[in-house]
């Protein structure tokens, strides 16, 4: 059974990914001050402790991230972000070695790096190219998928300070328009749309997103969504990241209603759940 509507496939490494039922993409962090306290792993015994987890559970897809990109914090400086990822991805690749692996980082030099050395599969890029002018064309020269995000604010230390649309979506689907053209111009195939929830936009600028986003259908590209336990949640329920699953099930099954194709989540197996139930809801005739 699949999903109703567009159906996508990426390219990874020469084998196509059907993106007509939607997948799970498990976050791992490799740092010790990510949001979320529970997704933070240094250790070599948990980061396969934690890959084998986000496997048994049922992703799809592996991101791994090595410098955190929270509202206010001062990143990492690239050697440490490729010292990270080199422990990370070595072990990773050793234990398994045909899993699909996604990289989150807005560095150029890094994502060559993970390509090259490590087979890694995907570029997730919080910046939309933004934060590194060589972004995309290192992309287009390695031929891998590319998550194009859009964050309002120069950087994750000043996203969050006063965010500010006249007309958000307008706003949203023009920044994402012309990087888009950018990246067609320059030969990538393989593009996934990111709203970049939490990404420079107030609790009601998520929410009006969340409520119109089968509206990105018009970039016909495949579409990603990341709330996992994001403050949209839980500073609405008045609780904190880690008492937020259920509230994260409760959008994640929004965000496929309104035409997600990935989800990025902290929890694999709730997701796969919810991705199980609306996908015969729809099949069904239950929900549109």
Do not use: W
């Not at 290192?138 to 300070?161: E, N, R, S």
């Not at 495949?222 to 880690?242: A, D, F, H, N, Q």
């Amino acid at each position: 059974m699949q999903f109703l509507g567009k159906s996508y496939s990426i390219n990874i490494h020469g084998r196509l990914m059907d993106l007509g039922i939607p997948k799970v993409m498990g976050v791992l962090n490799v740092t010790p001050d990510s949001f979320f306290s529970s997704s933070r792993y240094m250790s070599e015994e948990g980061i396969l402790y934690r890959v084998g987890q986000i496997i048994d559970e049922g992703a799809d897809i592996l991101d791994v991230g090595a410098c955190s990109t929270k509202p206010g914090i001062e990143l990492v400086s690239e050697e440490e972000e490729l010292i990270r990822l080199r422990m990370a991805l070595h072990l990773i690749r050793k234990r398994f070695p045909d899993f699909p692996i996604s990289v989150d980082t807005f560095r150029a030099r890094v994502s060559k790096a993970v390509v090259e050395e490590y087979d890694v599969d995907i570029i997730n890029d919080i910046s939309g190219g933004d934060m590194d002018p060589d972004m995309f064309e290192t992309v287009a020269g390695l031929h891998v998928p590319y998550i194009l995000m859009h964050m309002q604010g120069k950087t994750p230390a000043d996203m969050q300070l006063n965010p500010h649309y006249e007309d958000m979506m307008s706003e949203i689907f023009q920044y994402l328009a012309k990087r888009v053209e950018k990246l067609r111009n320059l030969g990538v195939n393989d593009i996934i749309l990111d709203p970049g929830f939490g990404f420079g936009k107030t609790v009601e600028n998520n929410y009006e997103m969340l409520r119109r986003l089968n509206e990105f259908e018009i970039f016909d590209l495949p579409l990603l969504v990341g709330i996992s336990r994001k403050s949209m949640i839980y500073k609405y329920l008045g609780t904190t990241p880690e008492t937020s699953l259920n509230g994260t099930s409760v959008i994640n099954t929004m965000a496929l209603m309104g035409g997600a194709h990935i989800l990025r989540v902290h929890d694999v197996k709730e997701a796969v759940e919810c991705v199980k139930l609306v996908q015969i809801c729809k099949k069904s005739g239950l929900c549109h």
